[in-house]
């Protein structure tokens, strides 16, 4: 196959890889996967709390590190690759970016709900007057068609991203999908195309595949899999696949292999796995993130998790409202006890 156009793969070990550890990750785990990250010239590195900058709290997880120290860190293991930061409004602020555009974030990424797009207005612009990388992002993106997904990538190219594109937050997309979904988005917009894969049903790299040849110039993927629930797009699997079919990528093989091998050693407990959970999660449409919080009030409560997972997809509950889980378990355990009475 005759080389086709350059995908810049975007890592995000560091900050999505959080979720699967309750955003424990200390510096000293982060400057090692940096450090290899580097060596294997992976283009950009994305660092931070799982849910981004200022997101650190009780209602979404403690972060043991600032998100000061924790660019500062990755920022000095860094001399070939960029460093990227990730913001959700109503988590972070314009000062927030400050901080992170002062600390050498090269890209910053602004993401949304896919229906919420024009929140990240005045941030997209606030980092392109800055003078870095700006990129929007569209979360949940399986709860918009993509005549509404290439809108919104429409508006925010207009806001001032240089790049826009969709996130599979619950894993729930299969080839076809993506494939209409990027063509869509690739045939309205004239800046670069994202794409971020999750693995709840062992579609990641199948999905980031397809992407790729429907015009995708941005890839994400994590060490293992780093990541929520059944994880992310495999980086050491993607990199290799995509120079197989011909794309180009600039990453060094062994080394990206050796930075697999740290992130297994060093990050993670284990490597993400496609469980029954999971894979309830990605058929549902719910993120993956919630799988903790879902198990933990299934089993106080009695209540079959799988059965919270489809009730939550039901009612479109996206990262953010995990507070609704308790909602959702104490709704399915009274319609059980109902159902019991009436049986009686």
């Known amino acids: 196959m005759s080389k086709t156009h350059q995908i810049t793969i975007h890592d995000s070990t560091l900050r999505d890889g959080q979720h699967a550890v309750g955003h424990q990750l200390t510096l000293e785990q982060m400057r090692l996967y940096a450090e290899a990250a580097n060596a294997a010239r992976i ?3 994305e660092v931070g709390h799982g849910n981004g900058l200022g997101a650190s709290s009780l209602q979404v997880g403690l972060a ?7 660019m500062r860190t ?3 293991a860094l001399h070939q690759s960029r460093m990227a930061v990730f913001m959700l409004p109503g988590w972070g602020t314009t000062r927030d970016l400050d901080q992170a555009i002062a600390e050498g974030a090269d890209v910053i990424r602004i993401g949304a709900h896919c229906t919420e797009y024009n929140v990240t207005e005045r941030y ?3 980092a392109r007057k800055a003078g870095v990388e700006a990129q929007g992002i569209l979360l949940m993106s399986h709860m918009a068609s993509p005549k509404q997904l290439a809108n919104a990538c429409v508006h925010m190219q207009n806001y001032g991203a240089q790049a826009v594109g969709i996130f599979d937050s619950s894993g729930h997309y299969l080839p076809d999908d993506v494939t209409t979904r990027i063509a869509a988005i690739r045939e309205a917009v004239d800046v670069s195309v994202i794409y971020h894969s999750h693995n709840n049903l062992s579609m990641a790299v199948a999905n980031s595949i397809a992407a790729s040849k429907a015009g995708t110039d941005i890839l994400d993927a994590c060490a293992r899999g780093f990541g929520a629930g059944a994880g992310n797009t495999q980086i050491e699997v993607l990199v290799p696949v995509l120079h197989r079919l011909g794309f180009e990528t600039g990453i060094e093989l062994y080394g990206l292999l050796d930075a697999a091998d740290i992130a297994e050693r060093e990050l993670m407990p284990t490597p993400p796995t496609v469980t029954s959970t999971s894979i309830v999660s990605g058929l549902a449409g719910v993120f993956s993130g919630f799988k903790p ?3 933990a009030v299934a089993t106080e409560m009695g209540i079959d998790p799988r059965d919270i997972f489809f009730e939550l997809g039901r009612r479109q509950v996206v990262a953010g409202q995990e507070d ?4 959702v378990a ?5 319609r059980q006890k109902n159902a019991d009475e009436q049986a009686c």
Do not use: F, G
């Not at 043991?64 to 924790?70: F, G, I, K, P, T």
């Not at 609704?324 to 909602?327: F, G, K, N, P, V």
């Open 43 to 45: 283009p950009v590195v």
């Open 64 to 70: 043991v590190a600032s998100d000061l120290d924790m």
């Open 74 to 76: 990755v920022r000095q």
């Open 124 to 126: 997209l612009e606030h």
């Open 293 to 295: 919080k879902v198990t």
């Open 324 to 327: 609704l889980i308790i909602d």
């Open 330 to 334: 104490l709704a399915l355990s009274n």
